[in-house]
């Protein structure tokens, strides 16, 4: 009704019209226009019906009963009693109400009111003749009319809704193309007019809706959504857009598409390389948290012997209100707030990395089981941003550092090895966890990497400039992620991390200084098991992502609950009420249920039902989907019996349990077996 009716308000009278536009003005009739005198001011409601030969308009007053007897004192047409009415418009009961007609049934519903004077219709009249083919053509070219030129007017939809909805009813309509049309006309006019990070974010919202709108035209025959985005034909639009050239960019990524519009499948594959433009938009907007890290290679203190070991250790962590407000673009655009907890899994710090300096020019990781990788120009880092090519993240993490400038040329690769290094590096990576953990392993990793690299060059700097770099490792890397990984793993205890509203994306870290009595209840209370399934970070990822940019008013409201939770479950924390924060990580494992649909397995649902008497809150870590789940058991619960109950459930045959430990120092990085404090 919205999108077909138009609301009056004018000092004749108020209320709304349907279908409006199906009729001129000029073919009212003497009879029409009788109705409108005798409606004077009343509040209406006009209505236009179509039949095979005509179009009927309806009068009514909003007031008006359609099934009271006409005699009945509350009875009215047009907010006049029925005696008035028909005397004005020159009726007779009898020619309102036929002989056909029984006596009860003479009300408003059975009234001949509408039309030609010479064959007055009643409602029941026209519910039996009108043309719904008509009708639906008509609401078809409204609806159109209306999307189209809203979102190339407004630049998208000024009201809540629920886009995905329009551009299924778009594709039934059969005008989904025409709406495609009007999503390319705004993003080159927000190309052309606007500027800076507002336009870039603005940007990625509008390709968003049109890789939604790609998905929907495909009508779930081209296959998954998530996929590869490098296709050669979009190679030149993304080549334009990486570099700035943001309104050629998006011609060129138009004009590629046009050609992938023939079947399904390849809608899709237009629909991921549109997805990746997104992600290319939202990187370069989290990059502006370069600004954040101060580290100076250029001015660093003596560098450690070479072959001197440097080792860095981190916890692990786990989310315990607020995940999912730290990722971009949700963490720059409603502002991110994450509680997390540093842990030691099974009494150690389960992730960390060994760099040495070496003699030769060139950049060695060990890649595990006898295998090596050797970097020795710039040729050998141009796969970095493949996530699963070998030695992805560690050269992301050189990139991240500045050890290495990829605008260099590239026969100058040794002179800037040599200059920052010395000479060389050798990198090697430990991690404990099992891959898909959700307890931030490889965030957490690079930035053991990061901080183990900057020791070994001799830098200073401390864990907000590992954090930031983190931060650009992963985008640079294209998976993706936010930051609260890195910002667990790296404090020790429970913190707070949190990032603004702002386009210039930075992250503050607030530590909380609880009391050991607090902190030795909580960890005597931690339930860590490991379902024996990885989780899938990067295709909730991609979904939650797009659940943000669709505005669904639901899907908002949750992020806005996750980050209010965050702000209850610090007061918890602050409060030290163990029962509270429990309390708390229920609430939130029910926010990411909703946020990201899909993360909760059958066989974690049972689990979580066999825990319910014992436990005061749970949660799947990180993302959710697999990985590590975390619960706060009751002060008096049997841990073993928990255990015993959840052993009793089949198909947890893979399920291990594991002792979790506050870390009370997050980093550790060790210089030839001395500890090196990281400042904060």
Same mark, same amino acid.
């Given at each position: 009704?919205?999108?077909?009716?138009?609301?009056?308000?004018?000092? #004749?009278?108020?209320?709304?019209?349907?279908?409006?536009?199906?009729?001129?003005?000029?073919?009212?009739?003497?009879?029409?226009?009788?109705?409108?005198?005798?409606?004077?001011?009343?509040?209406?409601?006009?209505? $236009?019906?179509?039949?095979?030969?005509?179009?009927?308009?309806?009068?009514?007053?909003?007031?008006?009963?359609?099934?009271?007897?006409?005699?009945?004192?509350?009875?009215?047409?047009?907010?006049?009693?029925?005696?008035?009415?028909?005397?004005?418009?020159?009726?007779?009961?009898?020619?309102?109400?036929?002989?056909?007609?029984?006596?009860?049934?003479?009300?408003?519903?059975?009234?001949?009111?509408?039309?030609?004077?010479?064959?007055?219709?009643?409602?029941?009249?026209?519910?039996?003749? !009108?043309?719904?083919?008509?009708?639906?053509?008509?609401?078809? @070219?409204?609806?159109?009319?209306?999307?189209?030129?809203?979102?190339?007017?407004?630049?998208?939809?000024?009201?809540?809704?629920?886009?995905?909805?329009?551009?299924?009813?778009?594709?039934?309509?059969?005008?989904?193309?025409?709406?495609?049309?009007?999503?390319?006309?705004?993003?080159?006019?927000?190309?052309?007019?606007?500027?800076?990070?507002?336009?870039?974010?603005?940007?990625?919202? $509008?390709?968003?809706?049109?890789?939604?709108?790609?998905?929907?035209?495909?009508?779930?025959?081209?296959?998954?959504?998530?996929?590869?985005?490098?296709?050669?034909?979009?190679?030149?639009? $993304?080549?334009?857009?990486?570099?700035?050239?943001?309104?050629?960019?998006?011609?060129?990524?138009?004009?590629?598409?046009?050609?992938?519009?023939?079947?399904?499948?390849? !809608?899709?594959?237009?629909? &991921?390389?549109?997805?990746?433009?997104?992600?290319?938009?939202?990187?370069?907007?989290?990059?502006?948290?370069?600004?954040?890290?101060?580290?100076?290679?250029?001015?660093?203190?003596?560098?450690?012997?070479?072959?001197?070991?440097?080792?860095?250790?981190?916890?692990?962590?786990?989310?315990?209100?607020?995940?999912?407000?730290?990722?971009?673009?949700?963490?720059?655009?409603?502002?991110?707030?994450?509680?997390?907890?540093?842990?030691? #899994?099974?009494?150690?710090?389960?992730?960390?990395?060994?760099?040495?300096?070496?003699?030769?020019?060139?950049?060695?990781?060990?890649?595990?089981?006898?295998?090596?990788?050797?970097?020795?120009?710039?040729?050998?880092?141009?796969?970095?941003?493949?996530?699963?090519?070998?030695?992805?993240?560690?050269?992301?993490?050189?990139?991240?550092?500045?050890?290495?400038?990829?605008?260099?040329?590239?026969?100058?690769?040794?002179?800037?090895?040599?200059?920052?290094?010395?000479?060389?590096?050798?990198?090697?990576?430990?991690?404990?966890?099992?891959?898909?953990?959700?307890?931030?392993?490889?965030?957490?990793?690079?930035?053991?990497?990061?901080?183990?690299?900057?020791?070994?060059?001799?830098?200073?700097?401390?864990?907000?400039?590992?954090?930031?770099?983190?931060?650009?490792?992963?985008?640079?890397?294209?998976?993706?992620?936010?930051?609260?990984?890195?910002?667990?793993?790296?404090?020790?205890?429970?913190?707070?991390?949190?990032?603004?509203?702002?386009?210039?994306?930075?992250?503050?870290?607030?530590?909380?200084?609880?009391?050991?009595?607090?902190?030795?209840?909580?960890?005597? &209370?931690?339930?860590?098991?490991?379902?024996?399934?990885?989780?899938?970070?990067?295709?909730?990822?991609?979904?939650?992502?797009?659940?943000?940019?669709?505005?669904? @008013?639901?899907?908002?409201?949750?992020?806005?609950?996750?980050?209010?939770?965050?702000?209850?479950?610090?007061?918890?924390?602050?409060?030290?009420?163990?029962?509270?924060?429990?309390?708390?990580? @229920?609430?939130?494992?029910?926010?990411?249920?909703?946020?990201?649909?899909?993360?909760?397995?059958?066989?974690?649902?049972?689990?979580?039902?066999?825990?319910?008497?014992?436990?005061?809150?749970? @949660?799947?870590?990180?993302?959710?989907?697999?990985?590590?789940?975390?619960?706060?058991?009751?002060?008096?619960?049997?841990?073993?019996?928990?255990?015993?109950?959840?052993?009793?459930?089949?198909?947890?045959?893979?399920?291990?349990?594991?002792?979790?430990?506050?870390?009370?120092?997050?980093?550790?990085?060790?210089?030839?077996?001395?500890?090196?404090?990281?400042?904060?």
């Amino acid at each position: 009704i919205v999108l077909d009716s138009s609301l009056m308000k004018t000092k #004749v009278k108020k209320g709304f019209s349907i279908n409006e536009g199906m009729v001129s003005k000029e073919k009212e009739t003497v009879h029409d226009q009788k109705l409108d005198v005798l409606a004077g001011r009343e509040d209406v409601a006009i209505m $236009f019906y179509p039949t095979q030969s005509t179009t009927v308009r309806v009068v009514l007053g909003l007031c008006d009963n359609l099934h009271l007897h006409y005699l009945d004192e509350n009875a009215t047409f047009l907010g006049k009693p029925w005696n008035q009415a028909l005397e004005k418009l020159g009726l007779t009961e009898g020619q309102v109400w036929p002989k056909g007609i029984p006596n009860e049934k003479r009300n408003l519903f059975q009234a001949k009111l509408f039309g030609e004077s010479s064959s007055l219709l009643s409602m029941r009249d026209i519910t039996c003749c !009108m043309d719904i083919g008509k009708l639906l053509d008509w609401r078809r @070219s409204i609806h159109e009319m209306l999307v189209c030129g809203t979102v190339q007017k407004s630049l998208g939809f000024p009201f809540p809704c629920k886009y995905l909805d329009i551009f299924n009813m778009a594709v039934v309509e059969g005008w989904a193309s025409n709406l495609l049309q009007a999503l390319d006309v705004s993003a080159l006019k927000i190309a052309e007019y606007q500027e800076g990070p507002k336009r870039t974010s603005k940007l990625a919202s $509008f390709l968003a809706m049109t890789a939604d709108l790609l998905g929907c035209m495909a009508e779930g025959k081209g296959g998954l959504r998530s996929g590869p985005a490098h296709n050669k034909a979009f190679r030149e639009s $993304f080549k334009l857009l990486e570099s700035g050239n943001v309104k050629e960019g998006l011609q060129e990524l138009i004009e590629a598409r046009s050609d992938w519009m023939d079947r399904p499948s390849r !809608m899709v594959r237009a629909a &991921r390389h549109y997805e990746g433009v997104v992600q290319l938009l939202i990187r370069q907007t989290v990059l502006s948290a370069r600004d954040q890290i101060k580290v100076d290679l250029k001015n660093v203190t003596e560098k450690p012997d070479q072959d001197t070991v440097v080792v860095a250790s981190c916890p692990a962590r786990l989310d315990l209100s607020g995940g999912w407000t730290d990722t971009p673009p949700i963490c720059y655009e409603l502002g991110g707030k994450v509680v997390d907890l540093s842990i030691q #899994v099974d009494d150690k710090k389960p992730i960390g990395c060994v760099v040495q300096r070496s003699d030769d020019h060139s950049i060695c990781i060990e890649l595990g089981e006898g295998e090596n990788l050797e970097i020795r120009s710039l040729e050998d880092m141009l796969d970095f941003c493949n996530p699963t090519a070998p030695g992805a993240l560690i050269k992301c993490c050189l990139i991240a550092t500045g050890i290495i400038d990829m605008s260099k040329e590239d026969q100058l690769f040794a002179d800037q090895i040599a200059k920052i290094c010395g000479n060389g590096l050798k990198i090697e990576l430990r991690s404990d966890l099992p891959q898909g953990s959700g307890l931030g392993t490889s965030s957490i990793l690079a930035g053991a990497v990061i901080a183990a690299c900057w020791s070994a060059v001799g830098a200073s700097y401390t864990r907000s400039d590992v954090v930031h770099a983190v931060l650009v490792v992963e985008q640079l890397l294209t998976t993706g992620g936010g930051w609260q990984d890195q910002v667990g793993g790296l404090h020790p205890g429970i913190n707070l991390g949190e990032s603004k509203a702002n386009f210039q994306v930075s992250v503050q870290t607030t530590h909380k200084d609880c009391s050991e009595h607090f902190l030795a209840d909580l960890e005597s &209370r931690i339930l860590l098991l490991y379902t024996g399934k990885p989780r899938l970070a990067k295709n909730l990822l991609q979904n939650v992502i797009r659940n943000w940019y669709s505005q669904d @008013s639901e899907i908002v409201q949750c992020f806005k609950s996750n980050y209010k939770l965050a702000d209850e479950c610090w007061k918890c924390v602050d409060d030290e009420n163990v029962d509270a924060v429990g309390e708390c990580l @229920s609430k939130y494992w029910t926010l990411k249920k909703k946020l990201a649909p899909g993360s909760e397995p059958q066989l974690i649902k049972d689990v979580m039902d066999a825990l319910k008497p014992f436990i005061v809150g749970g @949660s799947l870590a990180g993302a959710g989907g697999g990985g590590f789940l975390a619960a706060i058991l009751k002060k008096d619960a049997d841990r073993t019996k928990a255990i015993e109950e959840v052993r009793m459930i089949p198909g947890t045959e893979r399920l291990t349990f594991h002792k979790a430990t506050i870390d009370r120092k997050g980093i550790e990085v060790i210089i030839d077996n001395q500890e090196k404090f990281v400042p904060y």
